[in-house]
Every structure is written in structure tokens, then in C-alpha cells.
């Protein structure tokens, strides 16, 4: 067990749609992370906050947004769904310190039809 | 550019056999290089981390080695068992920037009876 909760597990929802994805990191982590992983591809890097201030950002579309609120969890919004948003979407904390381990949660599938 | 790649892209091997799976990168500042385990709709967990100055750390069955000079990497696994199924997935930390970890797309390991 990371540590690291994640919720839901599995979501299947419509194109055009909305969906909320949640994330709460390991006790005492500032740094979240979020990454999409589709089928049999790699993990892409979408964004990362640190005690609440978005610290960078990867290939992140327009169409999601997250944010980190003040008990550190994260929230990750996708919204106008599209078929190839259907991906495990992994959250992952961290201390922020220089060996920088990423802790990661189970993920969430979302499917979308 | 900051890439990491890593080879094979998949490799089925029998059981108790060993296997070396190599990652190259372009990352710099290089900062450390840490090898994950995914096992197949879980999060990556971290084996190992090598920094500048380490040559070779074992993990049990598992040998990582560093040479900072080439920018190359390799996990060994040695007398494989069918746990060790999964992909291995090798990122890279730059010292500097706002965005510095740098994932490869990782080796997708087969072990088989």
C-alpha cells in the first residue's frame, strides 16, 4: 500500500461528459502529480502541484484542469470527454526532497463510450 | 532535449532465467535515475535509485547499474520468477527546472513457466 488513495477506481461515463477524479496523498507529501496512462502506453506527465500552488505542467489539455486544495488532496476535472480520453489515470505524491521517490495510487480507469 | 529511452520495448523470458533491460537518457543536469515495477493496472513502485556517484546497487534479485559518463542505465533480474511479469519503467530527475522528471515508456517484461 502506497499510501496514496485514489477514487474511483472505475468510472464509465459518455463523450461530452464531465468527470471528477480524486487524489489523496501520503500523509505529510506536498507534491502531487498526475499522470495518463492509455492502453499499453506510457505513463504522460499532465501536472504536478506543491502545497497547493500549481508547480508545472506537462501535456495537460485545455479541457482538464486541477487543482490542490488546503488538506493537499487533489482534484483532477476532465471535462467534454472524448473516446480517446479513455486512459489510467494515475495520481502520485511526493516529499518534493531531492531523491524525489514518486509514491503512486492504484489509479482510475475511465472509459468513455 | 531532456528524453529517456529504453530497450527492449518487450521481452518474454523463461522462468529463472536472467534478463537486462537498458535504459539511455539525455536528461541534464542529471540529478539520480530510479527503475519502477509496474505490475499490469497498478502503480509503478519504486525499486531503486542510482545517483551520480553509484555504479552498481542490488536490490535483492534485482542489479541496477549507472554510468553517468555513456547516460546509461540496466536493470539485471536475475533467476526470474513469474512475479517478476510487469513493466519496467526508468525516469530520470534533472536537477534544475520546474518540470524534472523525465519517464521512458518502459520494458514490458514477460516471464514465463
Known amino acids: 500500500d502506497s499510501g496514496v488513495t485514489q477514487t474511483p477506481k472505475h468510472l464509465i461515463t459518455a463523450t461530452g461528459q464531465r468527470v471528477t477524479l480524486r487524489c489523496s496523498p501520503r500523509?505529510?507529501?506536498?507534491?502531487v502529480y498526475w499522470y495518463q496512462q492509455s492502453l499499453d502506453q506510457g505513463l504522460q506527465f499532465l501536472i504536478q502541484y506543491y502545497n497547493g500552488e500549481e508547480r508545472a505542467k506537462g501535456n495537460i489539455l485545455e479541457r482538464f484542469s486541477a487543482q490542490q486544495f488546503p488538506d493537499l488532496h487533489s482534484e483532477l476535472n476532465l471535462s467534454s470527454l472524448e473516446l480517446g480520453d479513455s486512459a489510467l489515470y494515475f495520481c502520485?505524491?511526493?516529499?518534493?526532497?531531492?531523491?524525489?521517490?514518486?509514491?503512486f495510487g492504484e489509479g482510475s480507469r475511465l472509459t468513455v463510450l | 532535449k531532456n528524453q529517456v529511452e529504453q530497450s527492449p520495448q518487450s521481452l518474454i523470458i523463461l522462468e529463472g532465467k536472467n534478463c537486462t533491460l537498458q535504459?539511455?537518457?539525455?536528461?541534464?543536469?542529471?540529478?539520480?535515475l530510479r527503475w519502477y515495477k509496474q505490475d499490469t493496472g497498478r502503480g509503478p513502485v519504486s525499486l531503486t535509485i542510482m545517483t551520480f556517484s553509484e555504479n552498481t546497487k542490488s536490490n535483492g534479485r534485482y542489479t541496477a547499474t549507472l554510468d553517468a559518463d555513456t547516460k546509461q542505465s540496466s536493470l539485471h533480474i536475475t533467476a526470474s520468477q513469474l512475479s517478476d511479469s510487469a513493466s519496467y519503467i526508468c525516469?530520470?530527475?534533472?536537477?534544475?527546472?520546474?518540470?524534472?522528471?523525465?519517464f521512458g515508456t518502459g520494458t514490458r517484461l514477460t516471464v514465463i513457466p
Open positions: 525516469v530520470v530527475r534533472r536537477q534544475t527546472g520546474a518540470n524534472n522528471l523525465f
Open positions: 502520485a505524491s511526493g516529499s518534493g526532497g531531492d531523491t524525489g521517490e514518486l509514491f
Open positions: 500523509s505529510g507529501d506536498l507534491s
Open positions: 535504459c539511455n537518457y539525455t536528461v541534464s543536469p542529471f540529478s539520480n
